[in-house]
């Protein structure tokens, strides 16, 4: 029971932003969203975390809305070498993954 | 060291036999995670270790998994008598979790394992 829901699969074309939804509509006070990508054959990578208002680092921002019951991962300006597995994590004291959204960055 | 070590990278046992993973996590990390990956599929969870808190074991599969953790250093996973279901890539993560502060996980790059 990953208490998170993602798109299956999500197409962007390069250079564009990509917006990566998640609904946790059974999410905590306490609980932390966390945003982590699976690129082919590698070990998950950590994208970026938040509690309650929006944050921003190198390589994304996430937006979360107000009753906290989803977030949104944006990729600003999409390549192709941001075409991964993205997995959103609503973290208590375990860390499970759901399925993910699969993000396709195109030409 | 830099990152999360994992060790053999790549492992092929016969059915039957018993295998050791073990994962190096970063220095003064306390919380270690181990998942397992089969091909194709999402990450499942196994065991979560926390200090010197009971871990939770809650995610494996069945008791020929074991985990181990002393301290804050070196885990190491053990399945035995191996089955070709159980064939994946087993990921060890760990995180330095100080008060209310939450960090980001470390993965390390796995261990394959190939049962034949």
């Known amino acids: 029971d990953a208490k998170t829901t993602q798109p299956p699969s999500m197409d962007c074309a390069e250079g564009r932003a990509a917006n990566l939804p998640c609904n946790h509509s059974t999410i905590s006070g306490n609980e932390y969203v966390y945003w982590y990508r699976q690129i082919h054959s590698q070990g998950p990578q950590y994208i970026i975390h938040?509690?309650?208002n929006n944050e921003t680092n190198e390589m994304a921002s996430l937006i979360i809305t107000e009753d906290r019951k989803s977030s949104t991962l944006i990729l600003p300006h999409a390549t192709l070498r941001d075409t991964a597995v993205y997995y959103c994590?609503?973290?208590?004291?375990?860390?499970?993954f759901g399925a993910g959204t699969r993000l396709t960055v195109k030409p | 060291g830099a990152g999360v070590s994992q060790s053999p990278s790549n492992k092929v046992t016969e059915k039957g036999k018993d295998v050791e993973l073990r994962c190096d996590p970063i220095?003064?990390?306390?919380?270690l995670y181990w998942y397992r990956q089969r091909l194709g599929q999402g990450l499942e969870f196994l065991i979560y270790?926390?200090?010197?808190?009971?871990?939770?074991k809650s995610g494996l599969p069945s008791d020929r998994f074991s985990a181990e953790r002393t301290g804050e250093s070196v885990s190491t996973l053990t399945i035995q008598r191996t089955q070709q279901e159980d064939s994946a890539v087993y990921l060890c993560?760990?995180?330095?979790?100080?008060?209310?502060?939450?960090?980001?996980?470390?993965f390390g790059s796995g261990t394959r394992l190939t049962v034949v």
């Open positions: 938040g509690l309650k």
């Open positions: 220095s003064g990390h306390t919380a």
């Open positions: 270790f926390q200090g010197n808190s009971a871990p939770d």
């Open positions: 994590i609503v973290r208590a004291n375990d860390m499970r």
């Open positions: 993560a760990s995180s330095l979790v100080s008060g209310l502060r939450e960090n980001g996980y470390t």
